[in-house]
């Protein structure tokens, strides 16, 4: 049995693969069991990876919340290089990890301006410039370039005495990337990468969902959550019903469907 990838390669079909992702997304292993099932039944020749995921999601409602954080990786992609930034996301990430945060700052050296994604403090530790390289689409992998972009800038920087560079991506990292980043000191967090550290790690540990993963709430709502600088699901049990309904102009009734799926996502 072989599945057609998102880059168009080809690839074994990995039952093992698909029980272990929805265990971790907080599946029973009754669920991940039975999701292996269905798609062996209705697996068929030429089969992509994205018609597999359509159907686990489907198949997946049976427990709340897991169809959400199993689609995590595309709500990570449906933030946008506008609208609801990557970096954005990833700086209020790192606000929960106990780093103090800037995001856009302009710095100067070799009189030139740079505009730095992020600068992250360690509360008591390190001072990182952070390179964020989101992509939009899945199959993608984050090439040497940006790597070296990272480091580059880091050392026209030196005069702001930053202790490390530091590449953030959404996607996987090339194998160049993990060998060049060894050599130059370069810190790395992608989706897959440190194994305890990566991206998709990050956001499981303190279940810091997106606001897209809220699939039932519309564009534009999501859009006045992130003006309101709430990118992160979880955040919005930090308000009370009344606030809400100012922040958004929903419903009372849909304030509190969302808040029931946010608690669902979160496991509460």
């Not at 933030?79 to 700086?91: H, N």
């Not at 897209?212 to 859009?223: C, F, G, Q, V």
Request: aromatic residues 10%.
């Amino acid at each position: 049995m072989e599945v057609i990838k998102y880059s168009g390669g080809i690839e074994p079909f990995d039952a093992n693969k698909i029980n272990y992702t929805i265990r971790e997304a907080g599946g029973s292993e009754k669920l991940a069991r039975e999701s292996v099932e269905e798609v062996k039944r209705n697996f068929h020749k030429n089969m992509k990876t994205s018609e597999i995921l359509n159907l686990l999601l489907k198949f997946l409602k049976k427990e709340p919340g897991v169809s959400e954080r199993y689609d995590l990786k595309r709500a990570i992609m449906s933030l946008g290089p506008s609208g609801f930034p990557f970096e954005t996301f990833f700086a209020n990430l790192l606000k929960h990890y106990n780093y103090k945060t800037k995001v856009g700052e302009k710095l100067i050296g070799n009189n030139i301006v740079y505009e730095i994604d992020i600068i992250a403090q360690e509360v008591g530790g390190k001072k990182f410039m952070i390179e964020c390289k989101y992509h939009n689409k899945p199959g993608i992998v984050t090439k040497i370039r940006y790597a070296e972009k990272a480091y580059r800038t880091f050392l026209k920087l030196k005069k702001y005495k930053f202790d490390q560079p530091w590449l953030a991506t959404n996607t996987k990292c090339s194998g160049e990337v993990i060998g060049y980043s060894k050599k130059v000191n370069l810190k790395i967090t992608s989706w897959a990468y440190p194994k305890n550290e990566s991206l998709r790690v990050l956001i499981n540990n303190q279940k810091l969902y997106p606001i897209t993963i809220l699939k039932s709430l519309p564009d534009n709502i999501k859009e006045k959550l992130y003006n309101s600088k709430i990118l992160i699901a979880k955040d919005l049990l930090d308000y009370d019903t009344k606030e809400l309904i100012q922040m958004t102009e929903l419903t009372e009734k849909e304030i509190k469907e969302t808040i029931q799926k946010v608690k669902e996502i979160i496991g509460e």
